[in-house]
């Protein structure tokens, strides 16, 4: 049986772009409510065709890009700690700090295996003594041991020496064997690293403080002294322990007084409301709007004019015979319909002024009182049509 497998289509904004977080948590959805699915057999996609998951394929270049965008957001976390605690102490505007964060990115993996050849430890020993001492009886038969001795010879010695001698050469052993086995378990130490991504490989701080303000109780008057020493060194000390430094990392953080530039007032003439945007946005407007109108007025009603008067000019010529008499010229049996129609009452037959509710009613009031005339004429004008 094959996997079963799942694709999601997205319709979004214009504009917005799913996070990976909200993609995720649909994969997810999907995965957890058809049993035996994997997630990486779900598929997600947005209106446009781009493919929203399978983000694990990434090219260097989006790498580096949220490398870039996770260094920044490093360097604006330490900025922000040197700024809460410097701003109270100088004041707000009276300094400037920067914090530059060198990260490492490389994934780095080690296994290693280390002796220790000072720390030991016996594991097992083994020891084996061997001695034959002279003078022992028995021999194998035919060998020199069971041959008489040669012709002794008396030593220059007395008898106390020869004695101690001959004791000192009975009790000298013939064949002494040593034997030692000793082993020892060494000290070992087994360790698997894996380096983080995104660890912190040097931090480097610069902190620029403007000159100390200072008001004399006396006169009130401000003036603008450079900061003592040893007060930089205790901003030093503060800013060390707010990004966290370390020497054996090489961070360095770097505090200098200088008198900052005097700020430039400079004179805010406030524009009329003819050179604001929004008011010639409005007049743009307002020319189309004229414009149209002209085109209305001079194109279009002229034209309305010309045809209201000459549907006016067919009404009056027809108005002569009830208008309906120029209707029926020139057609066979007109003049008997014409008979007709005139020979009615005036109240059944109205005028060409008259509303279309009552022509309409007046002709089927016609129809009704004489119908066989009035189908011969329809006769007569279907004929006159072919």
């Known amino acids: 049986a094959r996997d079963p497998t799942a694709s999601v289509f997205l319709e979004v904004f214009a504009g917005r772009r799913p996070e990976q977080e909200q993609i995720a948590a649909i994969v997810n959805l999907v995965a957890g409510s058809i049993p035996m699915m994997n997630k990486d057999h779900v598929t997600v996609v947005d209106q446009n065709g781009n493919l929203l998951t399978g983000k694990e394929s990434r090219g260097d270049g989006e790498r580096m890009e949220d490398q870039y965008a996770y260094t920044s957001r490093v360097e604006e976390r330490l900025t922000r700690r ?16 920067e914090v530059s964060a060198d990260l490492d990115f490389s994934s780095v ?5 280390l002796f220790n050849p000072e720390q030991q430890a016996v594991r097992s020993e083994r020891s084996l003594t061997e001695q034959r001492a002279a003078g022992a009886n028995g021999g194998v038969p035919g060998a020199l041991s069971n041959q008489p001795p ?26 002494v064997r040593k034997e030692s086995t000793r082993n020892y378990e060494m000290d070992r130490t087994v360790s698997y690293t894996r380096q983080e991504l995104g660890r912190v490989r040097r931090v480097t ?19 603008y002294e450079p900061w003592a020493e040893q007060e930089l060194q205790r901003l030093s000390m503060l800013v ?52 149209i109108l002209v085109l209305v007025l001079g194109l279009l009603r002229p034209t309305l004019k010309s045809l209201s008067g ?11 015979t009830g208008g309906y008499g120029g209707g ?22 109205p005028g060409a002024t008259d509303s279309y ?30």
């Open 328 to 349: 029926l010229d020139g057609v066979e049996g007109g003049d008997a319909l014409r008979q007709a129609m005139s020979s009615q009452d005036d109240l059944l037959l």
């Open 150 to 175: 040669v012709n002794a010879t008396v030593p220059e010695q007395t008898n106390t020496e020869v004695g101690d001698a001959v004791g000192a050469t009975a009790q000298q052993p013939i064949n």
């Open 109 to 113: 993996e080690q296994a290693e295996e």
């Open 82 to 97: 040197v700024a809460s605690l410097i701003a109270p102490i100088v004041g707000e505007g009276r300094y400037r700090a």
């Open 357 to 386: 509710d009552r022509q309409l009613n007046a002709l089927k009031g016609l129809i009704a009182e004489d119908p066989a005339r009035v189908s011969q004429v329809m006769r007569q004008w279907v004929n006159v049509d072919d």
């Open 240 to 291: 060390r322990d707010a990004v966290g430094y370390s020497a054996a990392r090489g961070d360095s953080v770097t505090v200098m007084n200088t008198a900052f530039a005097p700020e430039e007032a400079f004179e805010f003439e406030a524009p009329g409301f003819w050179e604001q945007p929004w008011f010639w946005d409005l007049m743009k407007q307002v020319l189309a709007g004229l414009v």
């Open 310 to 320: 000459s549907g006016r000019r067919e009404r009056g010529d027809d108005s002569d």
């Open 205 to 223: 701080v610069a902190l620029a403080v403007d000159d100390m303000k200072v008001i004399n109780p006396e006169t009130g008057a401000v003036t």
